[in-house]
């Protein structure tokens, strides 16, 4: 005789916080443990660009590999090894104005900001480690993490309105301050559309990539 266990239907949405919560945990005392004992700067606005982008790599590897671990441990990241133009274009006409709403949500509500001046400090520092960072391996690491692991196991065990809206707002949460909370929050809704709809990480890891472009090249234009 089978017996069959009704799931709760908050698991899904709590087996992804745990997962996440754990491995920032185990992420921040690697980190703490690796680089404490070697320098007196914090990690911080004074701290040199190349601490930063080592710190900010190995946190992120760390909780890629864990959630996974925790997630999907079984299942390849699908969708890395193929691009569809169409689609792409497709995507690129939503993309557009949804950036358009991104920049004028910035002209118009003052979100206070507790990020800013580290990151001006970061971009005047070193403006290459700066772009590699932001355009580079941030698009990457964190796309792998919320829309190929997190986003993939929510569509798994959930509705994709649901699943897309709860990984975009993890995704906005990490980025811990106000103002990239709420531009993250909603670039993340659309970049989880994106990997739904293409069901291709390249396609989320390219449009993350062209948004991060776009606030570098703002930088440089303003000269912050």
Not at 69 to 75: A, V, W, Y
Not at 153 to 169: D, Q, T, V
Not at 176 to 203: C, E, R, T, W
Request: charged letters at 10%.
């Amino acid at each position: 005789m089978q017996t069959h266990l009704k799931v709760h239907p908050l698991a899904p949405y709590l087996r992804v916080i745990k997962a996440l919560a754990l491995a920032f945990v185990l992420a921040v005392l690697t980190v703490f443990l690796m680089f404490i004992p070697f320098t007196k700067k914090e990690i911080g606005s004074e701290a040199s660009p190349l601490l930063v982008i080592a710190v900010y790599i190995i946190i992120n590897v760390i909780v890629l590999w864990f959630v996974r671990k925790r997630l999907s441990p079984d299942k390849k990241i699908p969708g890395i090894d193929r691009f569809d133009t169409k689609m792409f274009v497709q995507l690129l006409f939503i993309f557009i104005p949804v950036t358009i709403l991104s920049v004028a949500l910035s002209l118009v509500v003052d979100i206070p900001s507790t990020s800013s001046d580290s990151l001006i400090a970061f971009f005047e520092a070193n403006q290459m480690i700066f772009f590699f960072l932001i355009v580079v391996v941030a698009p990457i690491l964190e796309e792998l993490i919320f829309r190929g692991v997190i986003l993939r196991y929510l569509l798994e065990n959930l509705k994709p309105a649901p699943a897309i809206l709860f990984s975009s707002l993890l995704f906005g949460l990490i980025h811990f301050s106000p103002d990239q909370i709420v531009h993250a929050f909603l670039g993340g809704i659309f970049l989880g559309y994106a990997y739904f709809k293409s069901n291709n990480l390249l396609m989320s890891i390219i449009f993350h990539a062209l948004n991060n472009a776009i606030v570098f090249i703002t930088l440089v234009a303003f000269q912050i």
